[in-house]
């Protein structure tokens, strides 16, 4: 695909796929399979950005070196209809039509459809924030620094759809499915912890605290468990995906590109198991952090890592392994309300006030975006894929941990692996119950409390059946 012309390619194709999306029923879509004959295809590809390109949406520090490489991860699946991608990307967020087009051209690549392609980010800061819609208004100010270098966009997206493809030739039968989960020590703990008499959040506990006050405060809501589900060709384990819900920072906004604790561990795990492709999801962690238990001192990112490790290995020992005898794929659509807040001629004020700071002329760009995606019917996909009692549901955003808890709720004799951080657009995605107590997440969220109806609607038509 040329990429001669790569927004033109962009504003074209997603305004397509919007007018066909906005035809579609708001019922669920499924299909199951049984007695497949299933493969599996792995493929990786490194993403890290180049010298000063923006971290992390344009307000920290750009690349100035790289610690560790960012990377993409993902499998192809065929066998069960269409083929079905699952992929983990090493960047802080991927929204909107630029998620779209990922989908699309992975889509194309392997030949199945966007719906089927489900994309994630691992959500690390000193990373690459992209939206093709925010880079283009900011870019129409003349001096904002870029959100995202529009080539390096669409390199990446089009050396993971050829690596995706190539992998197809490598594909390898997966007769058996596993499914493994490991408490981790002393990682996750709840962002929205200090609260007064009326439940309104007094202080944020951020992905590092110094305040020892509120790093004594207890850990909060979270889920304490990792979970892995493994792929076997008979008897040899050939893919692991892990989940944890975690904002996977320890420090972050030195200009030092790293996929952080999270990434680190995983690496060293895929050192000592070569044959074994591993994979990292972040989960449902809009509100949970490692604040507890990081100082953000430069020390704790190899404490961290140490602990993830161990849940990750401890999850492999736990696995319990059985045939494949049934794979399903369901997907939904949601469009959650706008925040009744947003104006678009008083975003377009702040936004080209030059005597504002980067971050509050950015940040409306975002909102703007989100705005107009809402205003053409782009939908955002739900979707899970489910093989014998195991089911992934891919969630957007900065979706809070309650959903991957009340989804566990809803399927209770299913071992569901929850991975969030899909397309970006919307930001921060609290529970109702979350919006009168305000605080950060809450006034950084571009939905209505509605969008806890939605999103929660959309799940049980996921798992329920």
């Not at 509100?287 to 993830?308: F, H, M, T």
């Not at 494949?324 to 975003?347: A, D, M, Q, Y």
Request: proline fraction near 5%; include cysteine; charge should be positive.
């Amino acid at each position: 695909m040329s990429i001669s012309n790569p927004r033109r390619e962009f504003l074209q194709q997603s305004l397509a796929a919007a007018t066909v999306w906005s035809l579609l029923p708001e019922s669920l879509q499924a299909e199951k399979h049984q007695n497949v004959s299933l493969k599996l295809s792995n493929f990786t590809v490194d993403i890290t950005p180049p010298k000063g390109h923006s971290l992390c949406g344009g307000w920290i520090k750009p690349v100035i070196d790289v610690t560790d490489a960012l990377e993409a991860h993902g499998i192809v699946l065929q066998g069960a209809g269409k083929p079905i991608i699952l992929l983990a990307i090493d960047w802080t967020a991927l929204s909107n039509g630029g998620h779209l087009l990922w989908r699309q051209r992975l889509a194309a690549a392997i030949g199945t459809t966007p719906e089927r392609v489900a994309i994630h980010c691992v959500h690390q800061h000193n990373a690459p924030f992209a939206c093709l819609e925010a880079q283009a208004i900011v870019e129409a100010q003349g001096d904002l620094p870029h959100i995202v270098m529009e080539d390096y966009f669409h390199d990446c997206s089009q050396r993971i759809a050829e690596a995706a493809k190539q992998s197809l030739h490598r594909a390898q039968a997966v007769t058996h499915i596993g499914k493994g989960e490991a408490k981790v020590d002393k990682v996750a703990s709840n962002r929205r912890i200090y609260r007064d008499e009326n439940g309104v959040i007094k202080a944020m506990r951020g992905s590092s605290c110094k305040d020892p006050k509120i790093r004594a405060m207890t850990e909060g809501t979270i889920d304490p468990l990792l979970k892995t589900i493994s792929f076997y060709n008979q008897d040899k384990r050939i893919t692991a995906i892990h989940y944890y819900a975690t904002h996977p920072m320890s420090y972050y906004g030195d200009g030092l590109v790293s996929s952080d604790f999270v990434g680190i561990a995983r690496k060293q795990l895929q050192e000592e198991q070569p044959n074994c492709h591993h994979i990292y999801f972040t989960g449902a962690a809009g509100n949970v952090s490692a604040g507890k238990y990081n100082d953000g001192s430069q020390p704790v990112r190899a404490v961290l890592a140490e602990r993830i490790y161990k849940g990750m290995h401890s999850s492999l020992q736990n696995t319990k392994v059985s045939p494949i005898k049934t794979v399903s794929w369901r997907n939904v659509e949601i469009l959650p309300e706008v925040r009744s807040t947003f104006n678009k001629e008083e975003l377009n004020k702040v936004i080209s006030n030059k005597a504002g700071s980067v971050v509050s002329r950015n940040r409306p760009s975002y909102m703007l975006a989100w705005l107009n995606r809402v205003e053409r019917k782009q939908p955002i996909i739900l979707s899970a894929l489910g093989i014998n009692d195991i089911a992934t549901l891919h969630l957007p955003a900065e979706s809070f941990i309650e959903y991957q808890l009340r989804a566990q709720t809803i399927a209770p004799n299913t071992f569901v692996a929850t991975a969030a951080y899909g397309d970006g657009g919307p930001w921060y995605l609290p529970v109702k119950e979350e919006y009168p107590a305000k605080g950060y997440e809450v006034s950084k969220a571009f939905c209505e409390p509605s969008v806890d109806d939605v999103m929660t609607a959309g799940i049980k038509k996921l798992l329920e059946s």
